[in-house]
């Protein structure tokens, strides 16, 4: 499973007495850009990564710090994180949970139907939900695969499957920060 790269903002969520139709967090600022990554597909230099460990570490480390204090420094077939001195914490998490994510990479556009497994051995991040100009109720999810694939590194996942895992094993393994 890879891990995502984590951005903090001024988001918060909004106090609303009915849930809305649509949702996208992109429009709210509480996610980054999708980037092009090097050997997509494959983290050789960190091998992978699982989004608990994530989770773990910033526990573990009483926080996370910015881009700017804890830069990824790609070195050939290996990564290196340096903390630099500075302790600004960005972020702070007592828990995890789980989040599932799947890995159809052949995906161009549209509202995603079609038939997939429910082992998850990827992580994405659901950033909204909407209804498409169809009728079709989908789940807004981003990849790590850059911007270059599905629709600018989205995907749109349909939402309402009438099974336990729901399309693609995405509600199998969910998990969010905790505070």
């Not at 939402?159 to 505070?179: F, K």
């Amino acid at each position: 499973m890879c891990s995502s790269i984590i951005r903090i903002t001024t988001f918060k969520f909004e106090n609303v007495t009915a849930t809305p139709s649509t949702v996208d967090c992109r429009q709210k600022g509480a996610v980054t850009p999708s980037r092009t990554k090097v050997n997509v597909g494959v983290d050789q230099g960190c091998e992978g990564g699982l989004t608990d460990d994530a989770f773990k570490f910033i526990i573990q480390n009483h926080g996370l710090n910015t881009e700017a204090n804890y830069p990824y420094i790609r070195v050939l077939m290996e990564s290196a994180m340096q903390m630099k001195q500075t302790r600004m914490l960005l972020l702070l998490i007592t828990g995890y949970d789980d989040v599932p994510a799947n890995n159809e990479k052949f995906y161009k556009s549209g509202v995603f139907t079609g038939s997939c497994g429910t082992e998850l051995d990827h992580g994405v991040t659901a950033v909204g939900y909407g209804v498409s100009d169809d009728g079709t109720e989908y789940w807004l999810v981003k990849n790590s695969r850059g911007p270059e694939w599905g629709e600018e590194g989205y995907i749109r996942m349909q939402r309402g499957v009438d099974s336990e895992e729901a399309l693609c094993g995405i509600a199998v393994q969910a998990s969010y920060p905790s505070a």
